[in-house]
């Protein structure tokens, strides 16, 4: 008898419980009618401000970003570790923005500019040094290091230095692939640029593209990207559209080979197409940011489909203005671009409608700081610096992280509304981990709480 007035009380407390989970979820269902905003709608600050440990005045912590699998590289290209700008780069856990380890080129000499550019992945991280004096002056190199160790793996030189190149004013990395941008590589009175194509794992130089149609002063290999086997080489001051009109152009990496030139529709003189490129899953990016669309050196990106060479869309800020420089960093991943103007706030958009769906904005963030320097993004955290913040001196340099997951948009849809609550009544009622949204292994009211407020507030 008592055991089975024991169970009838427990069924009573299941009972009981059982109705207080659905007053809530029929709370929730109420507050949450027809309730839909685009889940990137609104300005986003940042998560966490990364900063040197030794950073000081004039280092130009930021010229160049790069993240991936966690973890963020910065370059300060002016700082003094091995003489005046020397140069140094900087790795930081990405998802606390803790410091990890400080780079810093064996045998680096002044003037070295080592962080002119950076990239990173995995366990690899590149970094250039355009300056370095490789037998010639500034003919430029490039080093890869242990991402956690900062161990120098491989010193990165053509096999024919030219002088004056800038060997290392940018680099990208994938799949063990490692391209470096020499700008003004050639002879004299013809310097079109080149980008070298190096092995990671040898560091053995494979290969040197160069464009077929390239004529000095060109800047090919002033940005590039690589995704796959897919490299984009820009060239800002191509002349196709018109005097510094700027291009674009795809090469196979596997075979070294020529497969497109991109243009924009509207190219004009003095638009710098090909400043800054990046590339993801297909699409590239294409950065003119003296483009006037929005007024005079206002900006624009450009949208290709890295398959056939054709232009997609073109893309411009909801409230773009003359002089912002829209355009002057690009990033793509995971079906979103963020755009950086350097003069003004930092933009993503959707890549397949190119609907701007959020503003990244510092909270301390002040006129001349240059803000959105260069940025780059991976797995839901973006990375955007900010060259002449003044935290460890004059022109001492910053860097912020960005989370732009949407925790909330349990769908993945890109916009808060009744689907997601309806997701969310479904894992609660089940105790699944995924409703614990306050971490305390309890399903309950406060959850309910956590979850409302956060899809009240949106992301």
């Not at 797995?379 to 989370?403: E, K, W």
Request: overall charge negative; aromatic content about 10%; some cysteine.
């Amino acid at each position: 008898m008592d055991y089975m007035m024991n169970k009838s009380s427990a069924n009573k407390g299941k009972s009981h419980a059982s109705s207080s989970k659905k007053c809530l979820l029929a709370a929730m269902l109420i507050g949450s009618a027809g309730f839909a905003v685009p889940a990137f709608g609104q300005v986003i600050n940042e998560d966490h401000k990364i900063l040197a440990s030794d950073g000081n005045a004039n280092d130009r912590f930021g010229l160049d970003v790069a993240i991936d699998n966690g973890n963020a590289v910065v370059g300060a290209t002016w700082n003094d570790k091995n003489g005046t700008n020397s140069g140094s780069a900087y790795v930081f856990d990405a998802s606390t923005g803790s410091q990890i380890v400080i780079l810093h080129a064996v045998g680096g000499l002044p003037y070295d500019t080592f962080g002119s550019s950076v990239a990173i992945e995995k366990d690899v991280v590149a970094v250039g040094a355009m300056n370095f004096d490789n037998f010639w002056v500034k003919a430029g190199a490039a080093y890869l290091f242990d991402r956690s160790t900062g161990a120098q793996l491989f010193q990165l030189l053509p096999s024919v230095p030219v002088p004056s190149a800038n060997f290392g004013n940018s680099i990208a990395m994938d799949n063990q692939e490692v391209v470096v941008g020499a700008v003004f590589d050639g002879i004299s009175g013809s310097q079109p640029g080149a980008v070298y194509h190096f092995d990671a794992t040898t560091g053995v130089q494979t290969a040197k593209l160069v464009a077929s149609d390239g004529a000095n002063g060109d800047e090919f290999g002033h940005s590039v990207a690589i995704d796959g086997n897919i490299v984009a080489i820009g060239a800002p001051r191509d002349d196709d559209n018109g005097n510094n009109s700027g291009s674009v152009y795809l090469f196979d990496i596997s075979t070294s080979t020529q497969i497109a030139k991109l243009l924009p529709s509207d190219g004009a003189a003095q638009d710098r197409f090909g400043w800054s490129v990046a590339i993801r899953d297909g699409v590239v990016a294409v950065g003119s940011y003296l483009d006037d669309d929005n007024g005079s050196n206002s900006g624009s990106v450009y949208l290709f489909d890295a398959g056939t060479g054709a232009q997609i869309s073109k893309i411009l800020p909801n409230s773009g203005a003359a002089d912002e420089w829209f355009g002057w960093s690009v990033a793509l991943d995971d079906g979103i671009l963020a755009v950086a103007s350097t003069m003004s706030d930092d933009y993503l958009f959707d890549v397949a409608t190119g609907t701007q769906i959020g503003q990244l904005l510092p909270t301390d963030v002040a006129i001349g700081d240059n803000f959105g320097w260069s940025v780059a993004m991976d797995q839901g955290i973006v990375v955007a610096s900010s060259l002449r913040d003044d935290d460890n001196g004059i022109d001492s340099g910053s860097a912020y992280l960005f989370d732009i997951s949407c925790r909330v948009d349990l769908n993945n849809d890109g916009v808060l509304d009744y689907g997601d609550v309806s997701l969310f009544l479904s894992l609660f009622n089940s105790s699944d981990p995924a409703a614990d949204w306050n971490y305390d292994g309890s399903f309950n009211q406060f959850d309910v709480s956590a979850f409302m407020a956060a899809f009240s507030e949106g992301c």
